[in-house]
């Protein structure tokens, strides 16, 4: 449909710009005798044709309708008085509608628009935070994995150190038995020096001696045999402690993994997101 439109004040420009949105509505002219008017300078700028006589416009053979959006009797009369049959005419109470609804679009566009730009700046917002939590876990992740190792290190470790302290258990049950054999040589010693009499005194001195230092042995066995035990115990609790230790590590990975996951699903929510207020804007 080609359409002239009459009146180059806000109304005009109202109903221009409406028109101009409409792909299948082609507007052929502006006319007003004020070439400064709103309607005439966006003419200008749409490339429309703009004219202070729209009279002879009227008899244009692919003419299909004139809006007249001036209200003025005269402007009325005129085109009734020089339009053809075949062109339809739209008068300014008529127009007031078109008007109304490009109020309408444009108050509903500036809605939109700034709805599109908040869900823009939202969009860019998430995206600084979820780039920022990303980073944050993937150290995080990092930490964790190289605590987990650390962990396996140190449970290595620490069945060593217990396997060694069982070994001192078997070189101290070792030495027991050297202290009991010990003692009994003391103890026959005791008795041949007893029954050789003054000769043997000598050898008594050295008996006694033996037996001394076994029961020396024996005692200090028993208590490096007391510490060893602790250290064993400790040895395991610390074994605990770290595999303890290495099952939180890998618990803090799978919960980052999982976190990063989210926020990979959560990074492509955004795109589409930002890519919709784009279209809104573009709208």
Known sequence: MKVGII??????????????????????WVADLDDGAPAMIRAREAGVHETNDFIPLLDAEDLHMVIEVTGLDRVKELIYANKPDHVLVMEAEEAKLLITIVKHKEETSRKLVENAEKLAGYIEEINLSAQLIRERMKQLAKEAEALARRGEELTKTSQTAAAEAEKTQEILHFVEEITKTSKIIGINAAIEASRVGKEGQGFAVVAAEISRLAEDSG???KEIAKITRSIVQSMENIHTGIAQSKDVARSQVEAAEEVLTTLETLADVSLQLRELANNLLSM
């Open 7 to 28: 009146g180059g004040g806000h109304g005009g420009l109202a109903v221009l710009n409406l028109l101009l949105s409409i792909p299948e509505v082609e507007v052929m």
């Open 219 to 221: 005692s200090s066995n």
